[in-house]
């Protein structure tokens, strides 16, 4: 099906990202980058100690930054 005036970006998510938890953030950050640990929390009904695990270990790996407002794929 498609829609015209909207375009599919794809999304490849890293292999070496393997819980569930880190897909989604990366996910989500793909689509709101600058989203905070507040709106991961609330966007994916996860805690806020999920969300500060998953986005240190992300930051760890090179996959993510952390802005001024919140975070972004690096």
Same mark, same amino acid.
């Given at each position: 099906?498609?829609?015209? +005036? !909207?375009? /599919? %970006? ?5 292999d070496d990202?393997e %819980?569930? !938890? ?9 689509v709101?980058? =600058?989203?905070?640990?507040? =709106?991961?929390? &609330?966007a994916? =009904?996860l805690?806020?100690r &999920?969300v500060?695990?998953? &986005?240190?270990?992300? /930051? /760890?790996r +090179?996959l993510?930054e952390?802005t =001024? &407002? +919140?975070?972004k794929?690096?």
């Amino acid at each position: 099906m498609h829609h015209s +005036g !909207q375009s /599919r %970006s794809t999304v490849s998510i890293p292999d070496d990202i393997e %819980s569930a !938890q880190a897909k989604l953030v990366y996910l989500y950050l793909s689509v709101w980058p =600058d989203a905070t640990t507040e =709106d991961l929390c &609330t966007a994916l =009904d996860l805690t806020t100690r &999920t969300v500060c695990l998953v &986005t240190s270990t992300l /930051r /760890r790996r +090179g996959l993510l930054e952390r802005t =001024d &407002t +919140g975070f972004k794929l690096a």
